[in-house]
């Protein structure tokens, strides 16, 4: 049996913070001309992610990244939203894949075959390609948040519920960029609301 032709690794990245969109990307690798040092992206440096982003960009066959923005999360749930951001970001691909290897336990709706794969990422040098591109992707779009709301720190924590995002939360509220369906956003609302 011969091996599939054009396989696509597909990862997300930011489905636990509780501000921004959701990002996935698919991308199929050049077997003729291999990345060295391909991982998951959270083991490495930001330097060294963002080298690799240009390297995978540079040499992969195909390469697509997508989001979910927080509408979609609060109107789907966030797990629903991750798998629509790959769905879009295999879509966004020049070349069908003939095989898409997902990371995590649960697959989009594709249109070509599919295989879950947990902890994926340190496995397939296809599924850590992605994780690298999405993670990028969103970083950057956390620190142009940043920019629009200086006050929350967007740039250093991405959104995740640290200490000093909670705190920032407490002292300036909700905004738009916030998923009202996660339960520390949800509940400062409701709290909001009994004291109005």
Known sequence: MTAPRHVAGVDEAGRGPLAGAVFAAAVILDRKNPIDGLEDSKKLSPARRAELELII????????????????????????????????????????????????NQLPDLNCP????????????????????????????????ADLFPQYGFERHK??????????????????????SFSPVRNLLAARDETC
């Open 159 to 180: 959104g995740y519920p640290t200490k000093a995002h909670l705190h920032a939360l407490q002292m300036y509220g909700v905004t738009e960029q916030h998923r009202r």
């Open 57 to 104: 960009k540079a040499r992969a066959l195909s390469w697509s990244v997508a989001r979910a923005d927080v509408e979609e999360i609060d109107r789907m749930n966030i797990l629903a939203a991750s798998l629509l951001a790959m769905k879009r970001a295999v879509q966004g691909l020049d070349i069908a894949p003939s095989l898409a290897l997902i990371d995590g």
């Open 114 to 145: 599919a295989k879950a794969v947990v902890g994926g990422d340190a496995l397939h040098g296809e599924i850590s390609a992605a994780s690298i591109l999405a993670k990028q992707a969103r970083d950057r779009d956390m620190i142009e948040l």
